[in-house]
């Protein structure tokens, strides 16, 4: 176990002088996620710059947001990422994190006949448009030999796809955590289908091309403090599962279940993150939805490894 009060010892001797007192650094979240993991682990304490936090309900409208430039950086997955590169964001992958995938799945209502993937051949699926749940649908559909046309895919946010489940407009829902573990244990839904083998568990940590190059110093503390809040949430599932419930006001079970089943790690952009980008890119290019060439690498950046690795040394103390 390591204790938030060595956690942040560990931080305050490892942060490097960030420029200008008053630098605000203006992030996009989704909620339960980072701000939330930073504030469980004490890392917000002591900050040498302001964060301005904006909440989005998924990753598409925080990409919007970062293309915008209205953030300087946020917490999207793979398939939201590629996309929005894709769009033309000036955007890059400054940190990677690669998690088991037992939480993003296709999840169905407890009276619903189907028991695997293949059952939903005819079926409504809901999802978000560019997001993980679409993705993981793809590579289902790939994965059991099934075309895009087996299934008809209905495009919500979060909040209207439960709903839509929960009503029965559509029969399955292809979901991420918390989503996942609050549909399960709350609404007694069942996975059909998720992500481990088929997808590669890729999540960023993204910034736009100005802010890396005018607060590169507000970004690389940042990282710092997000690895070893990570680290120190892995060592603390059960104190760090406690605090997410009380800020998020559900049941601790939620995430309880949710932290127990999913392991993860932030590392550096490499050749094996770029090749992972790539299958993404490409999945979606074989069904028609991505068109023109997507370059993974030079979607990275790189030049935040030292902050990743000093992030992890103070994580581990």
């Given at each position: 176990?390591i204790p938030?009060r060595a956690?942040v010892?560990?931080l305050?001797?490892?942060?490097s002088p960030?420029?200008a007192?008053g ?7 989704q909620r339960?996620n980072v701000?939330?993991l ?5 890392a ?14 998924a990753?598409a409208?925080?990409?919007?947001a ?5 953030v300087?950086?946020?917490?999207i997955?793979?398939?939201p990422?590629?996309f ?11 940190a990677?994190?690669?998690?088991t995938?037992q939480?993003l799945a ?6 619903s006949?189907?028991r695997?993937?293949a059952d939903?051949r005819?079926?409504?699926?809901a999802t ?15 994965a059991?030999?099934?075309a895009?046309?087996?299934v ?5 946010l ?5 709903a839509?489940?929960v009503n029965?407009a559509?029969?399955?829902w292809s979901?991420w ?5 609050q549909?399960?244990l ?14 590669p568990?890729?999540?960023?940590q993204a ?5 890396i190059t005018t607060k590169r110093?507000e970004?690389?503390?940042f990282?710092r ?6 680290r120190?949430?892995?060592?603390n599932?059960d ?5 997410w419930?009380?800020l998020m ?6 995430p309880?279940?949710?932290f127990?089943?999913?392991r ?5 952009p ?8 790539q299958r993404?890119?490409d999945?979606?290019r ?5 068109r023109g060439a997507f370059?993974?690498?030079?979607s990275l950046d790189?030049?935040f490894?030292?902050a990743?690795?000093?992030?992890n040394?103070s994580?581990a103390?």
């Open positions: 176990m938030r956690l010892a560990g305050a001797l490892i942060a960030v420029r007192a630098t605000t650094l203006r992030m996009g979240d339960g701000q939330a930073l504030q469980a682990a004490g917000l304490e002591d900050l040498p710059y302001r964060i301005e936090w904006s909440e989005f309900a990753a409208p925080l990409a919007e970062l293309n915008a430039g209205a300087d950086g946020g917490n997955g793979d398939a990422f590629v929005a590169v894709a769009g033309g964001a000036p955007i890059r992958g400054i990677v994190r690669r998690s995938q939480g296709v999840i169905v209502r407890a009276d006949p189907a695997a993937f939903l005819g079926k409504r699926i978000g448009r560019g997001s993980i749940g679409h993705f993981l649908v793809l590579a289902a559909l790939e059991n030999g099934m895009a046309s087996d008809q895919l209905a495009f919500l979060p909040a209207d796809a439960k839509a489940l029965g559509v029969d399955a979901t955590e918390p989503y996942t573990s549909a399960e709350l609404d007694g839904a069942r996975r059909v289908v998720t992500g481990e083998g088929i997808t568990g890729l999540g960023f910034a736009t091309v100005s802010a110093a970004l690389t503390d990282v403090r997000l690895v070893a809040a990570r120190w949430a892995d060592a599932t104190g760090y599962a406690a605090s419930a009380k006001n559900v049941p601790p079970a939620v309880t279940q949710w127990n089943r999913t993860e790690r932030i590392v550096a490499d050749a094996g993150v770029a090749a992972d980008l993404v890119a999945t979606y074989r069904a028609g939805l991505l370059d993974a690498a030079a790189g030049s490894a030292e990743i690795a000093a992030g040394a994580g103390s």
